[in-house]
């Protein structure tokens, strides 16, 4: 029977398959650790009380990635160039979610409107990232390999959804509503485009890796098309309603360090 569960375990069973997926993942992270740490040293002077979060907020990622990496290593595996159509980060960026890449490498300070920006950015896709990894967590958390990364990782992405939620409802009573909500669908529209056709490709990788029967691939792909469509019609939503958290001030304190993996 084909369900989450035994399609990631397959993923996870086969070296080439469970290389690309740590891959993909580690590049992401990593490139999220990079777009923080920018942010964090370009905060305009009227928000740097939020540069400490931001930090910690892109060291969760640079963590993040490190993690997936210490698992390749584990296995005696090395990391494989991540195929463009699979990478999501820069995906995302090239289509204009986000900040650009060429404003983070300049020396200018960002406005309010750019730190906006970037929650509104990070509330969606970390949506999207607590969400694939409650379903991890549900699968794999007693796993012997890759339990205890799942449960940090999982946590950290709680933590990185509550601090976007508290700030943004914190900016939207300075006034920002109406501009928050506005760029949140935007990203939000774009993000789940963007995530399908990531998908598609990922999936399209990994038949290839594990020799799935075209049935098997078209079946998938139809759940992914499916899934875009809900999302589309109404599932976005998730992604841009704002409530205050039970976590505040998530990101207040120090980063926690890497599990040991060995």
């Known amino acids: ?36 740490a ?9 928000e740097r009380a939020m540069a400490p979060k931001i930090t910690r907020h892109g060291a969760d990622e640079d963590k993040h990635g490190r993690i997936f990496n210490a698992l390749l290593k584990k296995r005696g595996l090395e990391p494989v160039p991540v195929p463009p159509e699979t990478d999501y980060t820069m995906l995302l960026e090239k289509y204009g979610i986000g900040l650009a890449h060429e404003k983070l490498k300049a020396d200018e300070p960002l406005t309010v409107e750019d730190i906006v920006t970037y929650l509104a950015h990070s509330r969606v896709t970390e949506q999207r990232a607590a969400d ?4 991890l967590r549900k699968f794999f ?50 993000e ?36 875009y469509r809900w999302e589309r019609l109404a599932g976005w939503r998730r992604m841009v309603s704002l409530t205050m958290p039970e976590r505040r001030d998530a990101l207040g304190g120090p980063a926690t360090s890497a599990p040991e993996l060995a």
């Open 1 to 36: 029977m084909l369900s989450a569960k035994s399609l990631f375990q397959e993923i996870l069973d086969n070296d080439e398959s469970f290389r690309l997926f740590c891959s993909i993942a580690a590049s992401g992270e990593s490139q999220g650790g990079w777009e923080n």
């Open 192 to 227: 789940i485009r963007i995530y399908r056709d990531v998908s598609l490709a990922v999936m399209d990788h990994m038949g290839r890796i594990l020799g799935w029967p075209r049935a098997k691939a078209t079946m998938l792909a139809l759940g992914i098309h499916a899934m």
């Open 141 to 190: 958390a007693d796993d012997p390999v890759i339990g205890k990364a799942v449960r940090m990782i999982s946590n950290d992405e709680d933590n990185h959804l509550a601090y976007t939620h508290e700030e943004l409802l914190r900016f939207a009573a300075a006034g920002h509503g109406r501009f928050i909500q506005a760029t949140l669908r935007e990203c939000a529209l774009a």
């Open 132 to 135: 694939q990894m409650i379903m």
């Open 38 to 46: 920018r942010i964090a040293a370009l905060v305009p002077d009227s």
